[in-house]
């Protein structure tokens, strides 16, 4: 429990520059607001001033740990919304391991989805990237517009990314004589921790665009992580999204962020996850990638039915039964146990496009 009794004072956030020195030592324990607090009453947390916890940290705590993260919410009054999915980082350290893994470097271009209070934001500018944040909560897209004002290298659209155009924005983006100054601008990165109840919408959006991307780093529900990269044949989580992230990416997890690491604490853990994302001449050959996920999600959705029962909307039982033969694979095979590349040799053998 915190045991300060003055909330928190209000200080302008850290500025971006790589130089700036940590701040005090002290841990701040957040204080979760009440269920039914009102939105436009302001966030004010007391914090502790000394503790074991404290001196148990690092000696030298980056400036974008609890306590800034914390002045930020309460500089606009924010109770962060459940419905926006918003569990802000309290560890920096985490935002270091974000940016490593992209590999983040000077002259970089960086998408980030739902960049809060600017926390992560601050690495991706020290790193020497320009950014480009969409945020749909306007109150936080003010925040960080303002926190990161003085310089050139980050700009927010106060849009909702699942709904904006961004293959379009990027496009103007690299496409920009700025961009265009340093040849590692080709290709953007996406680097973020996103709202978990839009991750799957994420995913779907971004991994067909390698023509923009090379890199997707997320943040990620851990469950959501593991179901996306690890599923195997012939489990109950192996469904059309494992086909389809591995048709437009090399997937790899990362590791795994606890749950304390958030404010306020959601109810499960976390865990990064990257994204390589391949080339159009890379894909998989299919004659369309439209008729080729059609058949897979109408495979899946008689998942316990044998495809000759699933696919016949296609064509007829006895040429799904031919052309699963084939491939090398019992008339009687089921969704769950068919690999990418055995959909794939389906689909060129029974959808006539």
Known sequence: MCTGTRPLSLQSLPPVSPTT????????????????????????????????????????????????????????????RKSLGQHYML????????????????????????????SLTNVLLNAGAFVLAIEKDPYMASLVSE?????????????????????????LLLGSKKSLDHPKSRYAKVVSNIPFNISTEVVKLLLPMGDIFSEVVLLLQEETAVRLVQSSLRTSEYRPINIFVNFYSDPEYKFKVPRTNFFPQPNVDAAVVIFKLKQAADYPRVSSTKSFFSMVNSAFNGKRKMLRKSLQHICTSIEIEEALGSVGL?????PEELTMDDFVKLHNLIVKV
């Open 91 to 118: 560890n920096s350290d985490i935002n270091e391991q974000l940016a490593s893994a992209a590999r983040v470097e000077e002259g970089d271009v960086v998408l980030e989805i739902g960049p809060g209070t600017g």
């Open 330 to 334: 019992p008339a009687t095979s089921r």
């Open 147 to 171: 926190r990161f004002a003085s310089t050139e290298r980050f700009k927010v659209l106060k849009e909702d990314f699942v709904k904006c155009h961004i293959h379009s924005h990027m496009k």
């Open 21 to 80: 020195p940590p701040r005090s030592q002290t841990t701040l324990k957040p204080t979760l607001p009440a269920h039914n607090s009102t939105a436009g009453t302001p966030l004010y947390i007391a914090c502790a001033t000394n503790g074991s916890r404290s001196r148990s940290r690092s000696r030298n705590r980056s400036p974008d740990d609890y306590q800034s993260t914390l002045q930020a919410l309460n500089s606009k009054g924010r109770v962060p």
